[in-house]
Structure formats: structure tokens, C-alpha cells
């Protein structure tokens, strides 16, 4: 065998010895035929060091965990606002602003952390370090932390971007501040409907007044200490509480501070009739609340022989009992002061009571006036006039030739009373009055003659002590006086309303001769006779009218003794009003007429949170 041919067979065992498996490079590297993009991307899938070809045998190399480099990522190019974006960037700079403002004190540090935690993320994976640093700080802006601000419950980014045309929708043109005005967006047009909501429904006073309580900066105690900052929300939110401790009246009382009554204007509201649930058949007699302020029950008596309780609520009213008296027509009807029982009288020698508490009603015995002095051989048989003392123990009512009865109401509860003494003027009797004041502890009796002369009696001694005759009058017609006693008034026929002060019912004895007093005020605004005359418990409002005519009624402010010129109106449906009444507290006032409505109106000044 030749030598060269030696030579080339022992080259050949030589190169299949340092040969690879099959179907690898031939020689002993196996990154021959490679170039250094895809080494490195071996490099990072399956862990093996990376040396580019250009730094191979130039030193030692350093491995290090696989990175790819910015040279190759093709992202060198681009910045960092198209790197990381913001899905609502349609929002401008006064809506980020409130948007961030509404949202809770730090909620731009938390993003900030988000945002620098998955940059710390993507750092670990790619190696742009850089890139992450600046996107944080377009990420976060400065956010200044607002103090007593509510967090939004819930905000949608897309009503933002949201567009309503004003000009197209005939229900929407209301909206517009410009005739020019069309399309506005979404956080301008929640705001436009936000203020027409507004207009149509304002903000009631008890909430402005809350309100305004609620914000209202305590001063700060001077024993508390500057080095602890949240001193001053501690006082703020504890100042209701402190407040409530350091009070000794009761959680449900009114407030101690006497509700002085406007003289100006009445706020008056319309509520649903007293006596809807049931109306009368009939001409309403006589309306009455009952003289407790927590008990809100109204009595009813009309012309078809029934009694009706309604309970007050100002909403639905609803009827609580009925009572028929077939024999009595009800013209009067009054509680008595200790609201345990009522009393109805009429045409009639006799009288009915009703308990409230047993539910049963006794009607007097026909004998009740024989054998009394004064009483006529039993001429008296019509009680209609008849009044309550304050202190509930005795009943005045007024009888035929100048006689005034005086009943025992302790005997009379059960329907067994009997007359204990009469007093005698010298004319027929037109009305009695009690006199007020002093905790009902006076014991004096008002009557009203027919020539106009009124008498102060001394149930004591049963003699009249003072005398004086109403100025001006002609046909007095009713007399009525306020629990407090401090005005007095006398309806006449010819409707003229005299007001008098305290000293009404409180001249010096008089031996002899007539003595006239000069009202404070007279009153003409009506021209029909006067048939009905009220005081409220405050002494601030009274109620004069006359069933003569239709919506003959008027309000008179008694402290400046003016009438109330805004109510009633020309439209307000009161009909021939036949009865008059305000509640123990004097927020309701209950009118009856002849159309056997007991109509019912509410007035703001004396309500609940006024």
C-alpha cells in the first residue's frame, strides 16, 4: 500500500474517533456552523454559558444568569410613554384631579408600588431597569391627601368618555346654561342633572340645619395636648355625644327654647281630611284635639247623631271608633282637661259622657235640674253652652234667664252629676269662658250676657266681682279665653272680634255702676256674624270664623294682633266653616264645615325639627 494512502486512512480513524453522534457538526465543537444570536438563545433555554465568538480567547469568562441584552430586544428605540399607558387617558386634568381627590388619602402611593413592583418583576425578567424607574414616575402623580372628604363607593372611567347631546332631546334642552350648548360629557351632564334635581327638590331646612351642626368646628380644649394630632377629630366626633351627656332633659323632648311665631308670613301646609276614613253624613258640629300633646287623637261630632275618633298621623287619619246617639244631636263636644273622658252636649235636658279608657258611654238622668235653684221647673232644656274648668272639676253651662249651672264633674264622670250652685245675670246667656293662667289654680267664671256685659264670678262666694261691658259691640255672639289667660275675645253678630289683655279678668270688685274696658285690638276682617272663636296653647294664633258664609276664616297673630294676609287664600276650599281647633302642641289645625269635612292643615312653624 502506498504511503500516501496510509496516511489518509489513519487520518480518517483519527476524525471518527472525535466525531459526535449522528447528526451532529462535524469536529469536536458542537457550535460550529452557529452563530451568536442563536447560541445565546440556547443559552437561555437550556442554562448553558454564553461567550460570544468575537470575545473567545481573549481571557477567562465570567457565567452569569442569562440575560437578554438591549441590543437584541428592539425595544431600545421606543420610549417609555409607549411602554406603559393608562387605560383611561381620555380624562383631563381637573378630572383626574377630583378623581384623585375623592379617592381615599395614599391611594396614589399604593399604585406607585404596584407599579414599581412589577417593574421590579419585569427587571428580573429583562434587564430594563431604566424603563421601569421613569414609567413609575408617569404612573404617580402627585396627589395632595385630602382631609374629610368621602370616598367615592364606585366610579365608572367610561362615563367619562361618554357624550350627551342636549340640543337633540326636547327633554334635555332644560339643561343647557347657552342657547349654543350641545354635547357635553358625561362628568359635566351628571352634574347638569344633579342640579335640576336640585331645583325641583330643595334641600329641606331640618337638613341644612343638621348639616351645618354636623360641620361646625368645636373650639379646641385647652387641657388637650399638642402632641397628639388627632385631638381635634377626637372633639369633633365626640362633641355630639358630649353634648347629649351634658344634657338633662329628655332624648325625645322639644327644645327647651320657646318657638316664637313669625308675624309675616304662615307656613301652612294642606294634608289629607281629618275624617277621610269616614266623613260625617252631615254638617260637622264640632272638632276637637285631644289636650295631650302625645296622645294624637281628634274627635268629630256632626249633624247625623255620631261621634268619631280619628287618630292624627297626617297621612292616612285613620278612624279609631264610632259612637251613634240616636237621641242627642252632639252640637258640643269637649275632652276633659285630664283627656280621661269627653262630653256631649245639645238640644237636649240631659248630657252624654264617654270614657275613653272602658269605652262606655252614660247618658245624665232626665232629673238632673229639679229641685235646683234656678232651674226653672225644668225650662233648661237645651245645654249647648258649656265649658270645662281648668282644673277639670267643674262644668259652667248655660242655661235659659240669665242662669249659669255649675255641675260637680266629679259625680258627673259616671253619669250621675248634680248641680251644686247657679249664678244669675241679668240677661240671657250668650257664652261662658273659665278664667286662665296660673296652672288652672283660679277659680273665676266669664259669662257673656245678650246686652253685651260681661261678669267676673267668685265660685268661692258665687258673687259677681267685677263687671264691664264690651266696647262698641253690637250682639255679641261667643267669648272665648286662651289657657294662659293672658287675651280674651268677643265675637259679635255683626262680625267684629274685640281682643282684650289679662286685665279682662282681673278688675277690682265693683259695688255698683258699669265700667267699660277698651279692647287692645278690633278685629273686622269678617262681615257675617262671628260663630266661632279659638285660642292656640301658646297664646300666639287665634282662629276667628263664621258659618255665614263661605271661607269666612282668618288666623290673627296675637302678639302684634295682625292677621295673617297670605293664608287664607281666595283659592283655599274651607266652605261655611262651623268649628275650629289646634292641637295640645299647635302644629295641627282641624277646621270643620257644613259638607261634613273636618279638613286638616299643618303648620311647619310648630312641627318636628323646626
Not at 365608572?156 to 350627551?164: F, H, L, Y
Not at 377629630?233 to 323632648?253: K, N, W, Y
Not at 241679668?426 to 250676657?449: F, I, M, P, Y
Amino acid at each position: 500500500m502506498p504511503a500516501s494512502k496510509r496516511k489518509r486512512l489513519r487520518l480518517a480513524r483519527e476524525n471518527a474517533k472525535s466525531a459526535g453522534p449522528l447528526g451532529s457538526a462535524s469536529g469536536g465543537d458542537p457550535d460550529v456552523g452557529k452563530d451568536d444570536e442563536e447560541r445565546e438563545l440556547e443559552s437561555f433555554l437550556f442554562g448553558k454559558s454564553f461567550v460570544p465568538s468575537s470575545a473567545k480567547g481573549k481571557g477567562p469568562v465570567v457565567e452569569s444568569q442569562p440575560q437578554l441584552q438591549n441590543q437584541s430586544s428592539g425595544l431600545e428605540h421606543m420610549l417609555d410613554e409607549e411602554l406603559f399607558f393608562i387605560d383611561d387617558t381620555q380624562l383631563d386634568g381637573d378630572a383626574v384631579a377630583s378623581n384623585y381627590d375623592e379617592d381615599e388619602p395614599g391611594r396614589g402611593s399604593a399604585e406607585g408600588e404596584a407599579s414599581s413592583n412589577g417593574s421590579d418583576s419585569d427587571d428580573d425578567g429583562t434587564g430594563s431597569s431604566s424603563s421601569s424607574n421613569s414609567s413609575s414616575s408617569v404612573v404617580q402623580p402627585t396627589v395632595q391627601p385630602s382631609t374629610r372628604k368621602k370616598t367615592a363607593v364606585w366610579s365608572d372611567a367610561a362615563d367619562m368618555r361618554v357624550t350627551v347631546s342636549l340640543a337633540t332631546d326636547t327633554r334635555l334642552r332644560k339643561l343647557r346654561d347657552a342657547p349654543t350648548e350641545d354635547e357635553v360629557t358625561g362628568k359635566v351632564y351628571e352634574g347638569k342633572l344633579r342640579r335640576q334635581y336640585e331645583k325641583i327638590n330643595p334641600v329641606p331646612e331640618w337638613a341644612i340645619n343638621a348639616r351645618a351642626k354636623l360641620h361646625k368646628r368645636p373650639k379646641r380644649r385647652r387641657d388637650s395636648s399638642p402632641s397628639n394630632s388627632d385631638g381635634a377629630e377626637d372633639d369633633r366626633d365626640h362633641q355630639p355625644l358630649d353634648d347629649l351627656l351634658r344634657s338633662t332633659g329628655g332624648l325625645l323632648s322639644s327644645s327647651s327654647k320657646s318657638q316664637v311665631l313669625p308675624s309675616e308670613t304662615l307656613a301652612i301646609e294642606r294634608l289629607r281630611d281629618a275624617n277621610q276614613a269616614a266623613p260625617s253624613e252631615g254638617s260637622i258640629t264640632a272638632v276637637r284635639f285631644h289636650p295631650s300633646p302625645s296622645v294624637p287623637v281628634l274627635l268629630t261630632t256632626g249633624t247625623d247623631r255620631r261621634l268619631r275618633l280619628f287618630n292624627i298621623d297626617g297621612l292616612t287619619n285613620p278612624l279609631l271608633q264610632t259612637i251613634h246617639i240616636p237621641d242627642l244631636v252632639p252640637n258640643t263636644a269637649l275632652f276633659h282637661p285630664s283627656g280621661s273622658s269627653i262630653l256631649l252636649t245639645g238640644p237636649r235636658p240631659y248630657y252624654y259622657t264617654h270614657d275613653l279608657q272602658s269605652g262606655s258611654t252614660v247618658r245624665s238622668p232626665r232629673s238632673l235640674w229639679h229641685g235646683t235653684t234656678g232651674a226653672q221647673e225644668g225650662e233648661d232644656r237645651s245645654l249647648e253652652t258649656a265649658k270645662f274648668s281648668p282644673d277639670g272639676r267643674t262644668v259652667a253651662i248655660g242655661g235659659r234667664r240669665g242662669y249659669v249651672h255649675l255641675l260637680d264633674w266629679s259625680h258627673g264622670a259616671g253619669g250621675g252629676g248634680q248641680v251644686v250652685g247657679s249664678v244669675k245675670m241679668h240677661s240671657g246667656v250668650k257664652d261662658v269662658c273659665w278664667a286662665g293662667g296660673a296652672n288652672g289654680a283660679r277659680r273665676e267664671l266669664l259669662t257673656l250676657g245678650q246686652d253685651a256685659e260681661v261678669y267676673l264670678w267668685d265660685l268661692g262666694s258665687r258673687k259677681c266681682v267685677a263687671r264691664w261691658k264690651d266696647n262698641g259691640a253690637f250682639g255679641p255672639n261667643c267669648l272665648e279665653g286662651g289657657s294662659r289667660g293672658d287675651y280674651y275675645a268677643i265675637g259679635s253678630k255683626t262680625g267684629i272680634v274685640n281682643i282684650y289683655g289679662p286685665e279682662a279678668a282681673t278688675i277690682p270688685s265693683i259695688s255698683a255702676g258699669r265700667r267699660s274696658l277698651k279692647p287692645l285690638k278690633t278685629i273686622t276682617n269678617l262681615t257675617t256674624s262671628i260663630t266661632s272663636v279659638r285660642i292656640d296653647n301658646t297664646s300666639q294664633m287665634m282662629a276667628i270664623a263664621s258659618r255665614a258664609k263661605k271661607d269666612q276664616l282668618r288666623l290673627v297673630h296675637l302678639p302684634t294682633l295682625t292677621t295673617f294676609a297670605n293664608w287664607p287664600t281666595s283659592g283655599t276650599p274651607l266652605g261655611s266653616v262651623t268649628s275650629v281647633d289646634f292641637s295640645a302642641g299647635s302644629e295641627f289645625v282641624a277646621i270643620g264645615n257644613t259638607r261634613g269635612r273636618a279638613i286638616l292643615y299643618y303648620l311647619r312653624h310648630f312641627g318636628a325639627g323646626s
